[in-house]
């Protein structure tokens, strides 16, 4: 809402005869200049104003995203194998959202598995990323445990390592990347950090 106030004054041009000799030329004056003086107009925005304008979008509240990531990606599981999954040599990771998150891990050669390992959390934080259909996903209290050759329930650090969702909410164009920045992660196993399709709920044997 704009209020405008003016205030001013102001009149057509006077003529003035004055008397003179009998026989003298009357004589006119000048025009007296018009003068107008304008207030400046105060500006008053209203709510209603704003109302009427274009609304601007603002982020969701972490605690939005995290909810909807949570949903979009529970009860699901997906895998990856390097080269391939009848590969001789093999790597395979899985990536299961059952009960919080688990990062899943195994090298294989013919149909002997050599090592297997695993990163699991209750729960996990979810951080916007730098693009707009980018999350990723930190573990909550990580436990890691390796399974073969050997089972030891402290030989698998997690240091900062995390998980980058891409398309978390289109269920065709889900891409991943696994984040290991201190490289601490066992060898040989494979980091993608590159966007990588997952396969989702293909069957391992």
Not at 20 to 49: K, L, N, Q, R, Y
Not at 92 to 116: K, M, P, R, S
Not at 122 to 148: C, H, K, M, N
């Amino acid at each position: 809402m704009l209020s405008i106030f003016a205030a001013g004054c102001g009149g057509g041009a006077e003529t003035v005869r004055t008397g003179t000799s009998e026989g003298a030329a009357p004589t006119t004056a000048a025009p007296a200049p018009t003068t107008t003086t304008v207030a400046p107009a105060p500006t008053t925005t209203t709510a209603a104003d704003l109302a009427d304008g274009a609304e601007t979008a603002e982020p969701a509240p972490a605690s939005e995203l995290t909810d909807r990531v949570v949903a979009a990606l529970a009860d699901r599981s997906f895998r990856r194998f390097d080269p391939s999954r009848d590969a001789d040599k093999r790597k395979a990771v899985i990536l299961d959202f059952f009960a919080g998150i688990e990062l899943w891990a195994q090298y294989a050669e013919g149909e002997h598995a050599l090592v297997e390992w695993q990163i699991r959390a209750d729960s996990y934080r979810v951080e916007s990323g730098p693009g707009a259909s980018e999350v990723t996903l930190y573990f909550v209290d990580p436990r890691g445990s390796q399974i073969l050759p050997t089972e030891c329930s402290t030989c698998v650090e997690s240091r900062n390592v995390s998980i980058s969702v891409l398309n978390v909410f289109d269920a065709e164009q889900i891409a991943f990347k696994v984040n290991d920045p201190y490289g601490v992660l066992q060898s040989p196993f494979p980091v993608f950090d590159n966007w990588t399709r997952f396969e989702e709920d293909e069957l391992f044997d």
